[in-house]
């Protein structure tokens, strides 16, 4: 299973690249950009989107909640992403790392963990495909 999962996760990669994302830099937050989006056949009123969020070097996310049916894997593609998701400690992922975000989750920190370096991600969302839109940032 752990292998499928993994040839899967390389073709969404190949795929993003192919399609021309860009992992150049964003101006000072992070950049999202949708690569895939699709109805999941045997699974009814589901969908599977793929977006690749850019951070500049120091760039972050504002807290934020995504969509209530959404459960997300996250894969490190570049650099190195700091991440603390509802009251876990904070962690850094590296190129080739991933977490997960169940339904409901509250992500309070995404950031760039250089002050250098760029960095990037590919977050997968399996989302009931009506359930819009897939990122809420925190109320101030």
Do not use: C, W
């Not at 752990?2 to 399609?19: D, E, F, K, N």
């Not at 070097?57 to 894969?75: L, M, Q």
């Amino acid at each position: 299973m752990r292998r499928v999962m993994r040839t899967s996760l390389l073709r969404l990669i190949v795929t993003a690249i192919s399609l021309g994302v860009s992992l150049g830099l964003a101006q000072n937050l992070e950049q999202e950009k949708p690569v895939f989006e699709h109805i999941i056949p045997n699974a009814e009123g589901k969908s599977m989107v793929a977006v690749v969020v850019t951070y500049p070097p120091g760039g972050k996310s504002p807290s934020h909640h995504h969509a209530r049916s959404a459960f997300i894997y996250a894969y490190v593609l570049s650099g190195a992403i700091r991440s603390q998701v509802d009251d876990e400690p904070a962690k850094v992922y590296s190129v080739g790392e991933g977490f997960t975000e169940v339904p409901g989750s509250h992500h309070r920190i995404s950031e760039n963990a250089s002050d250098k370096d760029p960095a990037s991600l590919l977050a997968i969302f399996v989302v009931d495909s009506k359930d819009k839109p897939l990122t809420v940032p925190d109320q101030k």
